[in-house]
């Protein structure tokens, strides 16, 4: 399974983006979603997951102003990112995990990433 992440680029504190992450191949299911992020010079971080039941969790940086949620048709998961702050800017990354059909073997895939630069 490929990601195809898009959304990124340079906005202003206080701005708003959205990031998509487009899933392409056989895809049985998705068991799992989440959106991390890293700042240069630090590790990756979780910004926010969502299960198959679904349970969705936000970092605490990001809870009240990010907002994850996914289309199954489109097999594509979205990041809304409202009130953005210079220190949100980082490279983000998306990342499925699932089965795949049709010999229903597990995957685990990572997007590219994209660059969100908040800055005045």
């Known amino acids: 399974v490929q990601l195809q992440a898009s959304g990124g680029g340079l906005v202003q504190p206080g701005g708003s983006l959205r990031l998509s992450c487009a899933a392409s191949?056989?895809?049985?299911?998705?068991?799992?979603m989440g959106w991390f992020r890293q700042a240069p010079g630090k590790v990756r971080e979780l910004v926010a997951d969502m299960s198959r039941i679904p349970t969705t969790n936000y970092a605490d940086s990001v809870k009240g102003r990010f907002t994850t949620s996914r289309d199954n048709a489109k097999n594509t998961v979205y990041l809304q990112m409202n009130a953005l702050k210079p220190e949100d800017t980082a490279v983000y990354y998306c990342?499925?995990?699932?089965?795949?059909?049709?010999?229903?073997?597990?995957?685990?895939?990572w997007g590219q990433g994209t660059l969100v630069t908040v800055s005045s």
């Open positions: 191949g056989s895809i049985f299911s998705i068991a799992y």
């Open positions: 990342n499925l995990r699932g089965i795949m059909a049709p010999m229903l073997t597990p995957f685990d895939s």
